[in-house]
């Protein structure tokens, strides 16, 4: 896992809830990302940073939302408009952008009951 | 733990054995190139990259090829154990881009 984690590692949420997954990394990378994995799929981009107070849509943003206040923190929140949020949610970090290699945590197991 | 693995394809082995995991691409402009073991449950853990300039990479019992004329990429390891067992990642970075497109990925069973 590298000095990034996830937590919790199991959330459950009843429709129409938001709901804020955390991320924070200690190995001083400047760029963050987050992913979604399904079953049998490879992972899909939601949104990622590349310096503090910045970030991108990936693409599948829509129904989430993220903020990139501190270099060490990336918590991205699942709204009540992401149609499907049951998945398994992994954040990565990078070093700089003269480097390519991402790294993840352990991941967060999301389940919409 | 999460079925990562579910509907994916399969490559068993026995334990001892060579494994070669493969990976096709479509992005010409593809210029780093990167695998990913993931074990149920648990985040995706580096295992070895390579850049477009270079064919072949070694690392402690894996070897990444690149064939760049059939935009193919696989993921060798040599004698294989159970703990190898478990779902083969690539991933892509388009030369222009700072993100990876990933696969889907190869769930890997290593029998004793």
């Known amino acids: 896992d590298g000095g990034i984690t996830q937590s919790p590692k199991y959330l459950f949420r009843k429709e129409g809830q938001n709901v804020t997954l955390s991320c924070e990394q200690n190995?001083?990378?400047?760029?963050m990302y987050w992913y979604r994995q399904d079953p049998g799929q490879g992972l899909r981009l939601i949104y990622y940073s590349q310096i503090v107070n910045d970030f991108q849509k990936g693409d599948i943003a829509e129904g989430y939302s993220v903020s990139r206040e501190k270099k060490e923190s990336f918590p991205l929140t699942v709204t009540s408009a992401q149609k499907n949020p049951t998945a398994f949610y992994l954040c990565a970090s990078r070093r700089d952008l003269l480097t390519d290699t991402q790294y993840f945590g352990p991941g967060t197991r999301l389940t919409v009951l | 733990g999460e079925s990562v693995g579910l509907h994916l394809p399969t490559l068993s082995v026995q334990e001892g054995d060579n494994s070669i995991i493969n990976c096709a691409y479509s992005?010409?402009?593809?210029?780093?190139f990167i695998w990913y073991k993931q074990e149920s449950g648990k985040g995706p853990q580096f295992i070895i990259d390579?850049?477009?300039?270079?064919d072949k990479r070694q690392g402690q019992r894996v070897t990444v090829l690149l064939n760049k004329t059939v935009k193919h990429l696989s993921l060798q390891i040599a004698a294989t154990q159970p703990g190898d067992s478990a779902v083969y990642f690539c991933a892509e970075k388009d030369s222009g881009y700072s993100t990876l497109t990933f696969g889907k990925g190869t769930m890997l069973l290593v029998s004793p």
């Open positions: 190995l001083n990378h400047d760029a």
């Open positions: 992005n010409s402009a593809s210029d780093y």
């Open positions: 390579i850049r477009s300039n270079m």
